[in-house]
């Protein structure tokens, strides 16, 4: 066998051979997947350190987004490799079925093969780019609640979700721009429907700069117990058109943007201290020694407790009433939280229904007396 016969043969195992390497390729990028991507994200594990469970979140961000690109890579590398791409400049490989029967698999542009791979490419960046916001809201929430006495929480998710949607954007015009499409004459067309959108989306514009005034005013927070016109309930999520309420009764109440801006908002998480005031009623068959006594006593009961403001709190006997004597009780207590808030009243009702008991003061209730005469 001379060279010549070797090299034709060569040329007919050819097509097998680049066929097999792209196999090979497209494999080995699919088995170790999982262990380059793993190795990208080891990449960034000096910053765990600075910042508390940062590869874990970046992990959870990233690990679909980087095994599809590694899947896709060597989907990508393979086509390169193997006989079906056609270049324009380059002869690809023949399957030789015999001396009369040659085919050309070469089917498949590079420019279509790149320009798949690019814009696949685009799609899983912005992908893992919008997965990362995630991270950047939890990192400014953790450094805002270290070094200021603000909650921003409902600004950040706010802004983060801001950037999700210009990251989408951005993506979207690099995707365009890949088929060769203008760009100016999309912005060019959607400025002159601009115009006539406004009029049709007047009310969701509206609602829109309603949460921007929101967010930069700040009246409530995730969380928080607020009382809007008829609406109370602890808020849930504030979104670019309306505010996710969660009544007490467990029903949710989604109101636009523009009714809180434009009402009177009462938060109820906010006070620093809560008051309880209350009337209580003894009978007429108490004494003057009995009545002193005992507000003395209610004041003394007052000071003691760790709750209670010192020196705010109020007992003192208001009027007389229909069929009682009337004592005012009223206190501040720095419990406003609702469970601990009522869990206190509890208590100092017992001790005040214990002190009438030493005192032998009964508690008035509403009776009528009836005179007969002859």
């Not at 943007?257 to 009462?266: Q, Y």
């Not at 004592?327 to 009243?345: N, V």
């Not at 009702?349 to 009776?367: C, G």
């Amino acid at each position: 066998m001379n060279l010549s016969d070797l090299l034709k043969v060569s040329a007919g195992y050819r097509f097998y051979i680049q066929l097999g390497l792209a196999l090979f390729t497209f494999i080995f990028f699919i088995i170790l997947s999982k262990t380059l991507r793993k190795a990208t994200l080891k990449f960034f594990g000096h910053f765990s350190n600075k910042i508390p469970n940062f590869l874990d979140e970046l992990t959870t961000a990233l690990s679909k987004p980087l095994d599809y690109w590694w899947i896709l890579t060597g989907l990508y590398v393979g086509l390169l490799i193997s006989p079906f791409v056609y270049y324009p400049h380059f002869k690809q490989s023949e399957l030789i079925i015999n001396e009369n029967l040659v085919i050309n698999l070469a089917l498949i542009p590079y420019s279509f093969v790149n320009l798949g791979y690019t814009v696949c490419f685009i799609l899983l960046l912005t992908w893992g780019a919008y997965n990362c916001v995630d991270i950047y809201e939890q990192i400014l929430v953790n450094i805002g609640s270290k070094f200021t006495l603000l909650d921003h929480s409902l600004l950040i998710r706010f802004t983060s979700r801001i950037i999700k949607l210009m990251i989408i954007i951005i993506g979207s015009a690099l995707i365009i721009v890949q088929f060769d499409i203008n760009i100016a004459g999309i912005f060019t067309g959607v400025g002159l429907g601009g115009v006539a959108f406004t009029f049709v989306a007047k009310d969701t514009l509206t609602n829109i700069m309603s949460g921007v005034v929101l967010m930069i005013d700040r009246p409530f927070t995730i969380g928080d117990w607020i009382e809007c016109g008829s609406i109370e309930g602890i808020i849930e999520d504030v979104s670019f058109r309306s505010t996710r309420i969660r009544t007490f009764e467990q029903g949710l109440v989604i109101v636009p943007n523009a009714t809180l801006s434009n009402d009177n908002i009462l938060n109820w998480s906010t006070m620093p201290k809560r008051r309880a005031k209350f009337t209580l009623g003894v009978t007429y068959d108490t004494s003057k020694e009995q009545l002193e006594n005992f507000i003395t006593q209610i004041k003394e009961t007052l000071e003691q407790m760790e709750e209670i403001e010192k020196n705010t709190y109020l007992v003192y006997f208001k009027d007389f009433g229909d069929y009682s004597l009337n004592i005012e009780i009223m206190y501040y207590t720095f419990q406003t939280g609702l469970k601990d808030y009522t869990a206190l009243k509890e208590v100092i009702n017992l001790k005040i229904m214990d002190l009438a008991s030493q005192l032998h003061v009964e508690m008035a209730f509403p009776t009528q007396t009836i005179k007969m005469q002859p």
